[in-house]
């Protein structure tokens, strides 16, 4: 019971007509095709009364047939007369279904105007863009302090690795001049004899001193 007394829409009243022109078109087109039938019935009348003498009966006729052949025409009128109404309601709906968008859109933006501060607004886009410049500075900076300490640490360990070989060939050197030591030593026989001939002199005196002879 309810949708009964609902209240029609635009869209729902645009559809209603639109279905109304459509069936008046399909009627127009009927009653067209029965016209075109008659013509030709009629040309074929009016060829056999010709045929039989029957002058009179020719032009009766005759006048009905360019009667019915006027009807047809207006049917063709009238046919062009519903296209344009039917393309008419759709522009007509699809300009109101554009007003009913715009004036949407107008009260949103007006609502957002009244509460949007312009100056507020442009300071924070210019406090945005001044941090975000900040940030790209604070950004480089840190990608050439850490490309400054790759580069730093990359040429430490080639330099460490330069000492190393430098370190590596000194002490072969050294390791060959220490396993050439003991043989250097054996050519020197007095160093040893005179370490023992000085102990023993130091021997000799002590125990002098402790027999108490000067």
């Given at each position: 019971?309810?949708?009964?007394?609902?209240?029609?829409?635009?869209?729902?009243?645009?559809?209603?007509?639109?279905?109304?022109?459509r069936g008046t078109q399909r009627q127009i087109?009927?009653?067209?095709?029965?016209?075109?039938?008659?013509?030709?019935?009629?040309?074929?009348?009016?060829?056999?009364?010709?045929?039989?003498?029957?002058?009179?009966?020719?032009?009766?006729?005759?006048?009905?047939?360019?009667?019915l052949r006027k009807q047809k025409n207006r049917t063709?009128?009238?046919?062009?007369?519903?296209?344009?109404?039917?393309?008419?309601?759709?522009?007509?709906?699809?300009?109101?279904?554009?007003?009913?968008?715009?004036?949407?859109?107008?009260?949103?933006?007006?609502?957002?105007?009244?509460?949007?501060?312009?100056?507020?607004?442009?300071?924070?886009?210019?406090?945005?863009?001044?941090?975000?410049?900040?940030?790209?500075?604070?950004?480089?900076?840190?990608?050439?302090?850490?490309?400054?300490?790759?580069?730093?640490?990359?040429?430490?360990?080639?330099?460490?690795?330069?000492?190393?070989?430098?370190?590596?060939?000194?002490?072969?050197?050294?390791?060959?001049?220490?396993?050439?030591?003991?043989?250097?030593?054996?050519?020197?026989?007095?160093?040893?004899?005179?370490?023992?001939?000085?102990?023993?002199?130091?021997?000799?005196?002590?125990?002098?001193?402790?027999?108490?002879?000067?």
């Amino acid at each position: 019971m309810a949708s009964l007394f609902k209240k029609k829409t635009v869209d729902d009243i645009i559809k209603e007509q639109t279905k109304e022109l459509r069936g008046t078109q399909r009627q127009i087109t009927r009653d067209r095709a029965a016209l075109e039938k008659q013509e030709k019935q009629m040309e074929m009348e009016i060829k056999k009364m010709a045929k039989s003498g029957n002058r009179e009966a020719c032009k009766i006729l005759a006048k009905q047939l360019v009667q019915l052949r006027k009807q047809k025409n207006r049917t063709y009128a009238v046919s062009s007369k519903v296209t344009s109404m039917s393309t008419q309601t759709k522009v007509m709906n699809s300009q109101m279904k554009m007003a009913g968008a715009m004036s949407a859109t107008a009260k949103t933006m007006q609502a957002v105007n009244k509460k949007m501060d312009p100056q507020k607004t442009l300071q924070t886009m210019q406090d945005f863009q001044k941090e975000n410049m900040k940030m790209g500075m604070t950004e480089d900076m840190i990608n050439d302090t850490l490309d400054e300490i790759f580069d730093e640490s990359g040429d430490e360990e080639e330099s460490q690795d330069i000492v190393n070989q430098v370190l590596d060939e000194i002490g072969i050197e050294i390791s060959g001049k220490m396993v050439r030591a003991p043989a250097a030593g054996k050519n020197l026989p007095s160093a040893s004899p005179k370490r023992k001939t000085q102990i023993s002199d130091d021997e000799i005196e002590r125990q002098l001193r402790a027999l108490g002879v000067d």
